[in-house]
Nanobody, 127 residues
Framework: QVQLVESGGGGRLLQAGGSLRLSCAAS????????MAWFRQGPGKEREFVAG????????TYTESVKGRFTISRDNAKATVYLQMDSLKPEDTAVYYC??????????????????WGQGTQVTVSS
């Protein structure tokens, strides 16, 4: 059974311009064989794609609003994917989810393309 567990968010109130790193630990299958992604869902909004990374980390992709501020990476030896978030803005406030499917290379952006989800971690940024 695939399990994804996020950490790094929680109840802290972050200031605009600050940084935070989220982690997502995976278990239940061979981590390095599959793509990983981060999504987020802000208050009253639909869940949206944030960033994705291929199985070996060769390729990444980002939604436009986070380009140049967020960095997705992975450590296959630790079966963990990260999201480094810099220059945070109040509009980054959301519950952040890591997700995966059975693809190795194709980085889908649609929620319904992903089979496995973590429980989410809250990120709150004040102005």
């Amino acid at each position: 059974q695939v399990q994804l567990v996020e950490s790094g968010g929680g109840g802290r109130l972050l200031q605009a311009g600050g940084s935070l790193r989220l982690s997502c630990a995976a278990s239940g299958r061979t981590f390095h064989d599959y793509i990983m992604a981060w999504f987020r869902q802000g208050p009253g909004k639909e869940r949206e794609f944030v960033a994705g990374i291929t199985s070996g980390g060769e390729r990444t992709t980002y939604t436009e609003s986070v380009k140049g501020r967020f960095t997705i990476s992975r450590d296959n030896a630790k079966a963990t994917v990260y999201l480094q978030m810099d220059s945070l803005k109040p509009e980054d406030t959301a519950v952040y989810y890591c997700a995966s499917n059975n693809a190795r290379w194709m980085l889908h952006r649609e929620v319904n393309e992903y089979l496995y989800w973590g429980q989410g971690t809250q990120v709150t940024v004040s102005s």
